[in-house]
């Protein structure tokens, strides 16, 4: 069995981490994941137990609340 180490310098030169997401857009990193777990954030990805966004990924808006 070949193990591949993982090349995060390649992958992050494309992408960004649920944590630099989350400092960027001002939301705490769960919110951010919360917006990857239903598919929110376009061509976000879970590589192992890492979430992978784009790097133009912008910030979803809010959903509607009904009061």
Request: charged share 35%.
């Amino acid at each position: 069995m070949a193990y591949h180490k993982i090349d995060w310098e390649m992958i992050l030169h494309r992408h960004k981490r649920v944590k630099d997401c989350a400092e960027e857009w001002g939301i705490s990193k769960r919110r951010v994941q919360i917006y990857c777990e239903e598919d929110r954030i376009e061509g976000a990805f879970k590589y192992g137990q890492y979430w992978l966004i784009p790097k133009d990924s912008q910030k979803p808006p809010e959903k509607q609340r009904n009061s």
